[in-house]
C-alpha cells in the first residue's frame, strides 16, 4: 500500500507554495521546515497546526477556516495542472511494474482528496487494484483507517500487506494496522519505520519481500 505526497510523486512543494500564499497573506509565519509537520495530515489539521505554531488559534472563526482551507485547495488544484509523467518519483514505475508482474495486489493510501487527479495526471492509475477515497476516511494519518480501508477492498490481512510512507503520521498509521512498513526518507520524530529507504530509487521488490519474509 503506497501512500501518494513523497512516494509516488512529490506534491508537498506545491502543498507548500499554495500553504506559504495563505499564511502571507494572513501575516503567519510558515516556512519548509514547518511544512514538513503537514506531511501526511488533513487539509483541516494542516490550517490547525498553522494557526497553533503561530499562537493563532483563536483568531479565525470556523467560517473562517472553512473558507481558507477552500482557498488553499483552489491554489493548489491550479499547481496540479503541472503535473506529468515525468513526476512519478524515480524508480517507481519500475518497482509497481515488477510487483504487478510477481502477482502482488497494490493500493494507494493517500490522505489526499486531490489523489485521484494527481494518479490520472501521473498515468499510472490503472497499475493500482483499489484507490482509498480520503473523502469517505473519517479519522486521517496517524489512524489506521485509510490503510485498514485498503485492506479490506483488498480482501487481504493486515500482517500479509506492507505500507510505504514518508511521513512520521503514516509510518504511525501504519504500525497502528498492524502492517509492517517502509519508510522513504522519513523524517522520524518518534516512531521509525521497519525498513528505511533514503529515497525512492533504492527500492527493490525482491529485498523489500525478502526482508519481510518470515
Ligand atoms: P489534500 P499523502 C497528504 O497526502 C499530504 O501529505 C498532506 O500534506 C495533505 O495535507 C493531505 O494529503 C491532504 O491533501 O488537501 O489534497 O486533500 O501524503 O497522504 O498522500
Ligand atoms: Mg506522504
Redesign the pocket.
Known amino acids: 500500500m503506497f501512500?501518494?505526497?513523497?512516494?509516488l510523486t512529490d506534491?508537498?512543494e506545491y502543498?507548500y507554495q499554495a500553504w506559504k500564499q495563505i499564511a502571507d497573506e494572513h501575516g503567519l509565519f510558515f516556512d519548509r521546515s514547518a511544512n514538513e509537520q503537514?506531511?501526511?495530515?488533513?487539509?483541516r489539521?494542516?490550517l490547525e497546526i498553522i494557526l497553533e505554531a503561530n499562537q493563532a488559534g483563536q483568531r479565525f472563526n470556523e467560517q473562517e477556516k472553512e473558507q481558507i482551507i477552500g482557498i488553499?485547495?483552489k491554489i493548489?488544484q491550479n499547481l496540479l495542472k503541472n503535473i506529468t509523467v515525468r513526476d512519478i518519483l524515480p524508480g517507481i514505475e519500475g518497482f509497481l511494474r515488477e510487483a504487478r508482474t510477481r502477482g502482488l495486489l497494490l493500493a494507494v493510501?493517500?490522505?489526499?482528496?486531490?489523489?485521484d487527479t494527481v494518479l490520472t495526471r501521473l498515468g499510472i492509475k490503472p497499475v493500482f487494484d483499489y484507490i482509498a477515497d480520503?473523502g469517505k476516511i473519517a479519522r486521517?494519518?496517524p489512524d489506521p483507517e485509510?490503510f485498514l480501508d485498503c485492506c479490506r477492498n483488498l480482501g487481504v490481512q493486515p500482517q500479509s500487506c506492507i505500507g510505504f510512507e514518508?511521513?512520521q503520521a503514516?509510518i504511525e498509521a501504519i504500525r497502528s494496522a498492524q502492517m509492517r512498513s517502509v519508510g522513504i526518507h522519513v523524517n522520524v520524530t518518534s516512531l521509525a519505520p521497519d525498513l528505511p529507504y533514503q529515497g525512492t530509487e533504492e527500492l527493490d521488490v525482491q529485498q523489500v519481500l525478502a526482508y519481510f519474509e518470515e
Do not use: C, E, F, I
Not at 38 to 43: A, P
Open positions: 501512500d501518494l505526497d513523497g512516494v506534491t508537498a502543498h503537514l506531511k501526511g495530515v488533513s487539509r489539521r494542516s488553499k485547495n493548489y493510501a493517500s490522505a489526499s482528496r486531490n489523489a480520503a486521517t494519518k485509510v514518508d511521513s503514516g
